[in-house]
Each structure stands twice: as C-alpha cells, then as structure tokens.
C-alpha cells in the first residue's frame, strides 16, 4: 500500500493564533503557561486535521515558537557565548533572546539591551527567513532540548502517531556560520553527530517507527567534500543503530550531480520534489536501490493552486509500475509550512479563482485522493476525480486568465523600451540640472511608522466600518503630517510614507488586475511576522492608476521634491503566489507592463522623482548557479520595462536591502536606475566593495543607520559612515538615507534619528563643498 504523507503544517494557526499569543508573551500579557497552552491546542488541532484527512504519516517537531533552525540550534545546544546560557535544557529566554536579541523573553530587539540576536536570512529561495546557527571555536555540542521528543510523546498521548521532523545534520552547518570565515562548518561533523544519535535514540525509545530527516542542501551545488560529508554522516548515523527508519527529505529542487550521494546513504526512503523538479524522475527511478522506498512530492507546498489530482496519479502510476506500491509514499512537494492554513476561512473570495485554490488543509485532502487512487483504483474515486479535472478544465480555459490585449502587448515589446534615452552621464547632467539637489542629498526609503491608528483605521474600512471618504481623508491627513514633519527635519528628496499600503506586494496586488488578495492566506515570513502574498492568477493588466492620486497630493503639501514609490515586477512576482501555467518570466513581463504604466503616469502628473523597489531581486536568484544568468536576464529586462520610459529629466531610483551584492552586482549595474539605495550599516559599508570593485557609475545611497533597531544613531555614527563610503565613491555619488523603510518603527525613533541623519549630511556638506 502507498502511504499518505506530510512534511510539515503551517504553525501559525487559521487565525495567527501563535503570532498573536508570542506578540502577547513579548509584551507580558500572558504567562510562559499560557503561551504553551496555545502552542499545545495548535499542535492537536494540526495534528486533527491531518489524521482526519487520513495522512499515515504525519509530522511532529514541525512546530516552532520561532524558526526551525533556531530550534535545531537549540537541539544541540549551539548557544553563542554571548547568549549567557547556563548549560542546561534551552529556556525560553534564551530561545527568544537568540531569536531577537538582548536578554530574556519580554520585549527586546536585536541589539538594544546587551546582546545582538542571531543573524537572519532567507531559507533557501523562499520568503521565509531562518535564524543563522553560529558556531563559536569551542562549541561543545550537547542534547539541549528535547522538543522533538516531548512533542513526539505529545501526540502519542493524544492517540496520534507521528514522524517527528528533524533538520538533517550536514544542512544545518552548512546553514550556519563558523567564527572565521574559512573554517569549514563541516569540520563539525563528527562533533555533532553523536548528539543526533541521541536524538533518533530516544525517539526510538519513546516508540517512533520512522523519523524525517531533511537535507535540502542536497539540491544545491555541492563540492565533493560536501558530498562526502552526507556519506559520512549517513553511515555513522546508522552504526549508532536503532529500529527508526528515516525517510530522509530533499526539496526546491532537482538533486542533479548529488543523486548518486543520496540515493547511497542508508535510509529507508527518499523523498524528492516531483514540482519543483519532475525532470528528475526518470533518474532516480533509474538509481533508486531496491532497498530504498520513494516518497513522490507531488503536491505544491509553495503555492495554492489546486492539484492536477488526475495527472498526480498518472505520475504515481508510472512509478508503481516500477517499485510497486509498498515502496511509495505520496505526500506535498516541501513542508506546507509556505502555504495558508485552510481555503474554507475564504468566503469572501471571487467565486471563479477560489475553486482553483487549496490551501494546506485542501492539499493534505488531495494527498489522501491521490493515494486512495493508486491503493483502490481510479474508479474507487472516480466521482472527486471528475470534480477535479471539471476545476482544472475551468482555469485552463478562463477568459479571466487569457487575456488577448495583454499578450499581444507583451508581444509588442521592444529592445528600445527597455533603454532610456540618453546614458547615465548624460542623465546626470541634466537631472543635476534640474533637480537642484544639494551635494550628499537626504531622502528615505519611503514607508513611515505604520501606527496602531492607521492599521485600525484600515482594519475599520475593510470591515465597512469607516466610509471610504473619511479613510481617505485620514490617509491624506497621515501624508500631510508625514510631509510636515519631513520639511522639519529637513529632508531634501520627500516621500508620502506609504500609509495606505498593508504592504509593499499586497497593495499592488490589491489593484491589479490579474491578482486577487485574500482575506486568510496568511503565511509565516519570520518569527511572528506574516505576509498576505496576493494571487496572480491571470494575464496581468493595470486598469488605472495605482498610486498616482496618493503621490499627487503629497506633491501639492510641499514645494521640495516627492518621489514617487513603486514596487517592481521581480519583487512583486517573488512575493506573489505566482500562476504555474507559464513561465515566471512572462508573468514578470506583464507586472513590468503595468509598472511601467504607472512610472509613465506618475511622470505625467508632475512626479519628478520615482522609487522602485527591488528588494527581492537577488532572493529570486536560482539555487543552482547554472540557471543563474539567464534570471538575472530577466529579471533586469523587467525592472528596465517598468522603469525606461521617461524623459532623462525624470530621476528613477531603485532600493535593495538584506542581500549580498557581490556575486550580482553586474546585473545591478545593468538596472541602470540613477540612483540605487541598497541597506549597508550593519555591515559596516562593506557592501559597497562590490560597487567599488564593478565601478559602479550611477548614484547610491548606502544605508547609514539600521532601521530594525529602535537605536537612535548618533550624528557621529552616521558621519563615520559616510566618511568611509567617501573613501570609495566619488562625493556627486552619495545619497544619504536610512537601510531600508520605517514602517516597522515609532515615531520617537525616527524624527531623532532622520534628524542626527540631516545634521551629518550638513556637516559632511560643510567640510566637503569647497572640495568638489
Ligand atoms: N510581502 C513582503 N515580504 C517581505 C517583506 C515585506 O515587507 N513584504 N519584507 C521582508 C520581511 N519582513 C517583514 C516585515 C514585517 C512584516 C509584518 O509586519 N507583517 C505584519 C502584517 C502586515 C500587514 O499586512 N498588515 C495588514 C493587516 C494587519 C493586521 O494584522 N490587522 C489586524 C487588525 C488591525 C488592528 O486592529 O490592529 C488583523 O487582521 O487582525 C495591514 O496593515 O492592514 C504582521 O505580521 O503583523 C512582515 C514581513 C521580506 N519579505
Ligand atoms: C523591504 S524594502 C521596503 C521598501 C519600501 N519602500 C519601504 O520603505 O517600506
Ligand atoms: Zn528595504
């Protein structure tokens, strides 16, 4: 018999029932025991619902107070110095202080109170971020948590039997970071093994017939060394023998060159990601050693389109033929950790596109029909087969989906439009011209706090509680003030403060045609922070204008210099969940369309200065390095779309943070904005070298204070700074402006911060004028 599996369930609850509850014990509103009890009903609840849609194998250790990785950390006991941590089981303050910073559970952020938190960055290609494990010189690794266990026993008392979830031992160091660069992490290894020994010991112990192990990092370029390290750790595992059998988890890709490593390594099974990759098939069948079963990742756990249950199951079929049913397991492409909870919350939703979409309860329901397909036969199902298929025949041939005019637009598109008129230099000329800018100009990067009141005055209107009119007149109010306290601080380039966006993705998403947002599709972006990623779901086509209105009024509140603020194509699509019926690349396209529309309107009504942001240009980067150039090709040609059309006069900025620019910095160059603002404090300016060494010839602003802490820099921080940018760009080059937005701020924050910002720049005006 198939067996019905799962990866993993999205934590956060139908309601971010965990963000609220771990919000609440931050700012000491509930009690350590509280905060579990709600953690321990979101766990039955995930595991109910998963044994009543009749997966055999369902996880355990999947949930987090936090982050995965932070737990592993915690697991074996990878507790930086800094963190004061007593040796014994990982408390809760501790837990939180790595996650966040300073001491203690309540509410710290990173770098205010004593101690920095551990690094943060993306998990692999997703929109999901981990904590970085750091591996100090004399880490001693120790069992210092016993989650996966207690949790394990958890669900056993409830009646449930689970397959606890581990992160696989050779990806988490290579996840992590060594105290000096050139140490390998993988030189741990065999320090760390025996603490995952003890681990699988005790699972065994406490009953558990199989366990999930995951090494992603199998779908990445490997070295031969890092190869061996999976046959290393593999084969010391298993001498350290116990009755467990690992089904030992790969996705986000195709495992290429590594195939012949994983499938080698004594498992009992291997999963692979037949979305994301189903090309890889034939070969693993091809390499598969009898003794190794198959778990086929057949459901999408990255987005929410509904499965193509008919063709999963001709896709299961072939290999049943091979293996024969008791050496297959059908379960989602990755964890559903990526997916909303449960479509059924969504009534609101446009009738048409809701019946193409499953959530992560819908996809465990398609999990459990595929495998009753290949346990009983098609017929046994054939009534939910035809159901599917008849959703499946709707989207294909919706004409809300296949749009003639945008086709044919996006046909129509040339390699002059993706050039502006003249070339930088000449730019520069004529913008300095016009502009009228000061040397070292001060701007931000265009969101202001998002206050309580804004999100409840949004909250209100949603709810059809607060008219239209008086949320508009409380929106241009927000911008008023905004604008007012930009003019006292003495800014030189304004920005409107982004008060009627939720957020920078879904509020395009929101007006685009093409796109529908939702009400529930919440997912986990780190710790208890969400994102709401709207749905393209057809041919993308702007109907008006999208921002201008805002912009414009902002404009008419003051004589200096707004810019206007857009989101590109890459970081919308890459924040979106994306249609799976054609190339990402030509849904880009078509954002870049509309973007382009809207730079050319906001150009129109005055706008002399636009923003477009791309913060998730390098996030979309291939995992494989082989695929790399031609996404940037795209990826630049899109922003170019949206961003060539206007007159030299008009200045286009673009703005990045959180990524390394080194191995990119060509295609940033070739965006060719006329100013880029990219983040850079917390490293110390040392994200400029890629710029220095490329010879990056436009304008850059290079963030000169961190905009995730409430610190308020000092005027001489910030001088230090732009002093040390000065070493390596010429003084007509440098903008001054904060790392990335302040939505996330408090106003008492930023004014003093903007301010000490404003005065450095004088200072460094005053001192460098008679040198230019
Ligand atoms: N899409 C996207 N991806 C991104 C980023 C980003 O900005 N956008 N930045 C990076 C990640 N950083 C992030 C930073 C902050 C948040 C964040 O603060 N998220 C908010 C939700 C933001 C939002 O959409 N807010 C909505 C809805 C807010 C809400 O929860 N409203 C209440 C009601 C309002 C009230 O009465 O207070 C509710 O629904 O219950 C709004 O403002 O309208 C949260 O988790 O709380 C998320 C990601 C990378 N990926
Ligand atoms: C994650 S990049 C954010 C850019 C956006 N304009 C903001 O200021 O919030
Ligand atoms: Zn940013």
């Not at 139908?14 to 905060?35: C, D, M, P, T």
């Not at 009890?37 to 998963?50: A, D, H, P, S």
């Not at 922003?639 to 910095?665: K, P, W």
Request: proline fraction near 5%; include cysteine.
């Amino acid at each position: 018999m198939a067996i019905a599996t799962n990866l993993g369930f999205p934590r956060i609850g139908a309601q971010r029932e965990l963000k609220r509850a771990v919000e609440k014990f931050w700012s000491g509103k509930i009690s350590e025991a509280e905060l579990h009890n709600v953690c321990r009903e979101l766990r039955e609840t995930n595991w109910k619902r998963q044994q009543q849609a009749g997966i055999a194998h369902i996880p355990s250790n999947d949930f987090s107070l936090y982050d995965q990785v932070l737990d592993t950390a915690a697991l074996v006991g990878a507790i930086p110095r800094r963190f004061d941590w007593s040796g014994d089981e990982v408390d809760l303050a501790t837990y939180f202080a790595m996650a966040r910073g300073g001491k203690g559970g309540q509410s710290v952020t990173a770098s205010t109170e004593g101690v920095a938190a551990l690094e943060m960055t993306k998990w692999f290609d997703t929109n999901y971020h981990y904590l970085v494990p750091e591996f100090e010189g004399d880490l001693q690794f120790q069992l210092a948590s016993r989650k996966p266990i207690t949790e394990y026993l958890e669900a056993k008392a409830l009646g449930i039997e689970t397959r606890p979830v581990l992160l696989g031992p050779v990806s988490f160091l290579l996840l992590g970071k060594t105290w000096e660069a050139d140490i390998d992490p993988l030189s741990l290894l065999d320090a760390l093994l025996p603490v995952y020994a003890e681990v699988l010991a005790e699972l065994a112990a406490a009953g558990a017939e199989w366990v999930q192990i995951d090494e992603p990092c199998l779908v990445l370029d490997l070295t031969e060394a890092q190869q061996a390290a999976f046959q290393r750790a593999y084969d010391r595992l298993s001498i350290n023998g116990s009755q467990l059998k690992v089904v030992l988890a790969t996705y986000f890709g195709d495992l290429k060159e590594n195939l012949s490593t994983a499938v080698s390594l004594p498992v009992e099974a291997l999963h692979i990601d037949l979305v994301r990759a189903p090309e890889q098939l034939e070969d693993v069948l091809a390499q598969l050693p009898e003794e190794l079963s198959l778990s086929l990742g057949v459901v999408d756990g990255r987005n929410i389109w509904k499965n193509d249950v008919s063709r999963s199951i001709s896709l299961v079929e072939t290999v049943v033929e091979r293996l024969g049913t008791d050496r297959v397991l059908i379960g989602p492409s990755c964890s559903l950790l990526h997916t909303p909870v449960d479509l059924s919350l969504e009534s609101g939703l446009d009738p048409e596109v809701r019946q193409w979409l499953a959530y992560a309860q819908q996809k465990l329901e398609e999990i459990n029909l595929i495998t009753r397909a290949i346990n009983g036969g098609r017929k046994s199902v054939a009534a939910e087969l035809a159901w599917y298929d008849e959703k499946m025949e709707s989207r294909r041939k919706s004409e809300r989906v296949h749009r003639a005019e945008v086709k044919e637009r996006c046909a129509g598109v040339t390699e002059e439009m993706l050039r502006r008129q003249s070339p930088y230099p000449a730019r520069q000329t004529i913008q300095t011209h016009e502009l009228q800018l000061p040397l070292f100009p001060t701007t931000t990067i265009g969101s202001f706090p998002q206050t309580d009141d804004i999100r409840k005055a949004r909250a209100a209107f949603k709810k059809g509680e607060l008219q239209e009119a008086a949320y508009e007149e409380f929106l241009k109010n927000c911008i008023a003030s905004d604008i007012r306290c930009q003019e006292e601080i003495g800014l030189d380039v304004l920005v409107h403060g982004e008060a009627e966006r939720n957020d920078m993705v879904e509020y395009f998403g929101e007006q685009l045609e093409g796109f529908i947002a939702t009400k529930h599709g919440w997912v986990q972006s780190y710790g208890s922070r969400c994102v709401k990623p709207p749905v393209i779901f057809g041919d993308v086509l702007r109907k008006e204008p999208m921002t201008v209105k805002w912009t414009a009024y902002a404009q008419s509140c003051t004589e200096k210099l707004m810019k206007g603020m857009l989101t590109g194509p890459v970081t919308i699509l890459q924040w979106s969940f994306v249609r799976d019926d054609q190339p990402r690349s030509v849904t880009c396209q078509q954002i870049g369309l509309a973007i382009r529309d809207e730079v050319l309107d906001l150009e129109a009504s005055g706008i002399r200065v636009i923003q477009i942001d791309e913060p998730a240009i390098r996030e979309g980067l291939p995992l494989r390095q082989a695929d790399w150039d031609a996404y940037l090709q795209w990826a630049v040609d899109c922003f170019r779309l949206a961003s060539a059309g206007v007159e030299d006069e008009t200045q286009i900025h673009t703005h990045m943070c959180y990524s390394e620019f080194n191995d990119i910095i060509e295609a940033i160059g070739a965006l060719d904005a006329d100013v880029i603002s990219i983040e850079t404090s917390r490293s110390n300016m040392e994200l400029l070298d890629a710029f220095v060494q490329y010879q990056y010839p436009n304008e850059i602003g290079p963030g000169v204070y961190d905009i995730h802490s409430p610190r308020v820099p000092t005027v001489k921080s910030i001088e230090y700074l732009l002093e040390k940018a000065l070493e390596v760009l010429q003084p007509r080059q440098l903008w001054v402006n904060p790392d990335c937005g302040l939505k996330t701020r408090k106003w008492e924050e930023v004014k003093p911060s903007l301010e000490n910002m404003v005065a450095a720049a004088q200072q460094l005006r005053a001192r460098w004028l008679s040198r230019v």
